[in-house]
């Protein structure tokens, strides 16, 4: 196994990051941003285009959960609230439609020997950020639902520090669920 000073590197914010969410510490976002270049990197040089594009997109990402979280709409604190019926039917068609369009993409342009599981992720991980820029606690199911993949999609890649990463993710997810949870009254 070879690892690389940025995917260690990757590997140490990308625990911060996730910890500082499941707190609702806006401290999060830059930090998350750190570990999105990194990782930029660490996935461009495995193969796993669509993972590496999606860096790019989480720093953009975060930079608008960043404003979101100083700035809400409403007055006062942004507050968890639960995904509503329409809002799951919006994120399940548009999950559906960018996967396969991922999965198309990287299989006609790149030399990816993953594109439906690269396409499949990064579709769910974006779906994920958003509803965590917004503090939709279903966000974190998402967040499961795709770790579950990239566990051993790093594995085959032989990425097993970012494994190992997305297992810890795995851990802070349910952490930040129940976490979050108690944020909704009645819940």
Not at 86 to 113: K, Q
Not at 161 to 183: D, H, K, P, Q, S
Request: proline residues 3%.
């Amino acid at each position: 196994m070879h690892l690389s000073w940025i995917e260690v590197f990757g590997f140490a914010t990308g625990i911060v990051n996730v910890w500082l969410l499941a707190h609702q510490n806006i401290w999060n976002w830059p930090i998350g941003i750190a570990n999105n270049l990194a990782y930029t990197i660490v996935f461009a040089t495995a193969g796993l285009y669509g993972d590496a594009g999606l860096q790019i997109v989480y720093i953009v990402f975060s930079i608008y959960g960043w404003i979101r979280w100083l700035h809400p709409h409403k007055p006062g604190q942004l507050h968890v609230t639960e995904t509503t019926a329409r809002g799951w039917t919006f994120l399940i068609l548009m999950i559906t439609a960018g996967a396969v369009s991922c999965r198309w993409f990287l299989a006609r342009y790149t030399d990816s020997t993953v594109p439906a599981w690269d396409g499949l992720t990064t579709t769910l991980s974006l779906a994920a950020t958003y509803g965590q820029g917004r503090k939709l606690l279903e966000s974190w199911w998402i967040w499961i639902a795709a770790d579950l993949i990239y566990m051993p999609l790093y594995v085959y890649k032989n990425l097993l520090l970012t494994a190992g990463l997305y297992f810890i993710f795995m851990l802070l997810c349910v952490m930040g669920l129940r976490a979050w949870r108690r944020e909704i009254p009645n819940s």
